[in-house]
């Protein structure tokens, strides 16, 4: 991902410290990695080799993996992660799985640049709508993956799955998609899903798919469940269908309050996304920027 383009920390965003300083040490040894006798056998190499660290002490000797080091350091520095085989993690979500994948630092400078662009603005917006002209152009994927990102920095994060005809994001975090956003829009009872394991992390599953999605989303209730959530969540992301197929995406974007414009190389036609930018913009969406993405 790259070519940010067009676009400029959200003021009053929690920074929580993390809850516990645990040693390197302990916490391979909770873990199971090592026990007493390793630990001495470390202490020994480091008291040869002034100056280097537990962790890679025991990482020389053969005792640890560098995956369990990495995991290791997540639990000091209070980071939401998962061991690269864990089967319970969908692999669509690269921030979660693999802090050291190289599609998650392009991920958090997209990051960086609307937490930028947002401080920029001296307001908060709603929700920001993640958009794009056709299908396969990685908008579940972006957006989940920021949702987990944004939950890294300690803010809280609600992802909302828009999309009432083909959702995704249930899938990805797999929770029930027997309520959701349609449920909620047709006056029914349903409510976001906490992910703790993420951080503070909510999703709202798009819910049971409607005979008539876009009469659903141009209902009031959208944006009053979206200006609700605003005032709950520090980010509120928003998954959409595509742009091209249907109006509903115009709709969600309009009552986000603005909108994330994804191309994907050799797939999006550019022409296509200026003009959906511009269409955003001319209906009154604020459009943050837009994403060329390369995955």
Not at 98 to 126: F, M, Y
Request: charged residues 20%; aromatic residues 6%.
């Amino acid at each position: 991902m790259s070519a940010f383009s067009n676009a400029q920390p959200l003021e009053g965003a929690p920074y929580e410290a993390p809850r516990r300083d645990q040693r390197i040490g302990s916490i391979l040894c909770a873990d199971g990695k090592l026990d007493s006798a390793r630990v001495g056998q470390v202490l020994r190499l480091q008291q040869t080799q002034r100056g280097l660290r537990f962790g890679e002490a025991a990482l020389r000797l053969g005792l640890i993996s560098r995956e369990d080091l990495l995991l290791a350091l997540a639990k000091q520095y209070d980071f939401p992660c998962q061991r690269l085989n864990g089967n319970s993690v969908h692999p669509d979500l690269i921030a979660f799985r693999d802090a050291q994948h190289p599609s998650v630092e392009p991920l958090r400078a997209l990051r960086t640049r609307l937490l930028i662009r947002w401080s920029g603005l001296g307001r908060k917006p709603r929700a920001l709508a993640i958009v794009s002209p056709g299908s396969c152009e990685g908008r579940s994927f972006v957006a989940a993956n920021l949702a987990v990102l944004f939950a890294q920095l300690g803010m809280r994060t609600l992802l909302v799955d828009a999309d009432l005809r083909a959702p995704r994001q249930y899938r990805i975090f797999d929770v029930a998609d027997r309520g959701g956003l349609s449920s909620v829009l047709s006056g029914r009872a349903a409510g976001e899903v906490p992910l703790p394991a993420f951080g503070p992390l909510a999703v709202m599953a798009a819910g049971p798919l409607p005979p008539n999605p876009q009469e659903l989303l141009l209902r009031p209730a959208l944006a009053s469940y979206l200006e609700l959530a605003g005032a709950q969540y520090d980010v509120v992301l928003v998954d959409t269908p595509p742009a091209r197929d249907t109006a509903d995406t115009h709709g969600v974007a309009f009552c986000a309050g603005s909108a994330l414009v994804l191309a994907r190389v050799n797939h999006t036609r550019l022409d296509e996304a200026a003009a959906l930018a511009r269409d955003l913009a001319e209906a009154g969406t604020l459009v943050l920027g837009t994403v060329l993405n390369t995955f």
